[in-house]
Structures are given as C-alpha cells and as structure tokens.
C-alpha cells in the first residue's frame, strides 16, 4: 500500500467515479483503475461496488476512507515540518470567513500570505459561525474569522478576540427612521424585520439583545446572506440589523445607531493543537497586522478587551 493508491481512492469516494478521479489526479483512467484493483488485493476485499451507471463504496470501502484521508493529511504535514525545518513554509491553509469581515482587511492580509508564503495552497470558503467552529475541529478549516455574540462558548478550539462592536439598523432610504440620530429598542420591535435563519448565531445576538429587554419583534424573512438582506431592506421589505461598519458602507441605504444595540465579538479561531507550518505563519501574519489582542483556550467563552470596531455578520 502507499500513499498514491490512497490518494486515487479519495479521488474516486469524492468524485463519484474513476474517470473524474483520474482527471483529478491527472492519470490516465486504466493507471488509476490498476492501481485502486493492486490495493483492493492486498487488503483482501472490493473498497468499490462497481456499475455501468455507478460506482459506490463498500462497507470495506467506507471504513478505508478517512482512515486514508488521516494518512494523506499526515503525510503533507511531514512534509511541510520538514520544509518549515529548512526554512521554507509549503503544504496547505484552508481559512474561513463570515462573508464581510471588519476587524482585518481580509484580501489583503490573504494577498501579503501568499506573496510571503507563495509555496502554500491557500483556499477561501465563506461560512455561518458555528459551522466553522466545527470544521476548525474538524481539520476541515485551518483557521476561522467568525462573528459571534458575547458568551458565545468555543469549544474544542483555540479563539482570540481581534475586535468588540455594535450592531446598527439599516432601512430604505424613504424609511421614517432614515433621517434619525438614533433609535432605541422598542422603536425597532415595531419593525418586521429581515434576519439570519433561526437558531445561527448571527441571529442569536439580535434575539437575545430584545429578549433581554423584554421585547418580542416580527422576522418575516430569514436569509441566508447579507447581499440578499440588503436586497430586501432596499426594497422596502424589512428593516435589519448589521454591523454598523458594514452596514455604512451599503450603498442607497441608511444606517442608525441603536441605543442599547446588540453587541458582536469576532474572533479568529484555529485548532486546539500546535498548527501545521502554514497556518501557524497566518496566525502570525494576523497578529503583526492586528496587534496584540485577547486570547482564549479551546472552551472559553471571551477574551480580554479588544479594541473596539465595527464586525460583520455571519
């Protein structure tokens, strides 16, 4: 068995069949087929159940996959501690992101770590909070930029607090509140609101902030992003609420300071063990660009104060 058969077993589980595999890796289709059928006699038994209109993983074939997936991960990061060692950072970063993020310029923190870095594979991937603090643990993202609201418990990774902020209402320009200096929280129960599907955390801050006050409020349209949001609210649909950096920045619509707003914390998070070369340099690059900010173990719920800013939802 060696690492190349595990790779085109991956391949196949992934794509569904052995000619994306071997288009994938970059074979011909009868290399990639041998291969897996040598790998499949050592181990004594079929990993695929095979078809004209399918192929699909055995019971054995189920069982062989993440474990190959491990053995492949494990594998580049020899590599890239053996790079590291010699002076050079390679392998991968998978990072993760609420779609806007505030508290660091995020395409030109990515566009320094490659010209730093350029031997490392870097890859995007835009997501709700709480699903990327899963995938951080999974080893699915290397590390994370999320937006939370204040007690929001992380575990089973590591967070630091890169800035504290406010949310802001933001309505149509011909709304009765977009000339306003500011609106309190009862106003805004009057509102239909549009927001974040029920139970993320970009959700949670707003609920939680009129829960608090002893308010009840109407959300007749959830979303699952903010371009939609803003879509709706400028069309006079709902009014929402949003970070107020961001929310300033959307165009034709208005943004108003809200007493007693909610409260968001955005963190960047990373796993709970020493970080492959790679990340380990991005965690590194953020905390040059930032400066020094709060950190927090794998289950705690905050930091220390950061500085203020204005966050983005997600």
Do not use: N, W
């Not at 999974?138 to 575990?155: I, K, M, S, W």
């Amino acid at each position: 068995m060696d690492l190349q058969q595990m790779r085109y077993v991956v391949a196949v589980a992934e794509t569904g069949g052995f000619t994306r595999a071997a288009r994938r890796c970059l074979v011909v289709q009868s290399a990639l087929s041998h291969q897996i059928a040598r790998l499949e006699k050592e181990l004594g038994t079929r990993l695929f159940d095979r078809t004209s209109r399918r192929v699909r993983l055995t019971a054995a074939g189920e069982a062989f996959v993440p474990a190959a997936r491990q053995a492949l991960e494990a594998a580049e990061r020899a590599r890239a501690e053996a790079a590291a060692a010699a002076g050079e950072v390679r392998g991968r970063l998978a990072v993760g992101a609420i779609p806007t993020v505030t508290a660091v310029d995020l395409p030109a923190l990515l566009r320094a770590y490659r010209s730093r870095f350029p031997q490392v594979q870097v890859s995007l991937r835009a997501g709700a909070s709480e699903r990327m603090v899963t995938q951080v643990r999974d080893g699915e993202l290397d590390v994370a930029f999320l937006g939370v609201q204040p007690g929001f418990r992380l575990q089973g990774v590591r967070g630091r607090v890169l800035a504290r902020g406010e949310l802001a209402a933001v309505v149509a320009p011909g709304h009765p509140l977009a000339g306003a200096a500011e609106v309190d929280l009862p106003r805004l129960a009057q509102e239909v609101f549009v927001d974040f599907a029920t139970g993320s955390a970009a959700r949670a801050q707003s609920e939680e902030a009129f829960a608090a006050a002893g308010l009840t409020r109407e959300v007749a349209f959830e979303v699952s992003g903010v371009e939609l949001m803003a879509r709706m609210v400028r069309h006079g649909l709902g009014t929402a609420l949003l970070p107020a950096g961001f929310a300033a920045e959307l165009p034709d619509l208005r943004f108003v300071p809200v007493r007693d707003a909610p409260q968001r914390v955005e963190y960047l998070v990373s796993g709970p063990f020493r970080p492959a070369p790679a990340a380990g340099a991005f965690l590194a690059l953020v905390a040059e660009e930032s400066g020094p900010q709060g950190e927090s173990g794998p289950e705690a719920e905050s930091g220390p104060e950061a500085r203020s800013t204005h966050l983005a939802g997600g």
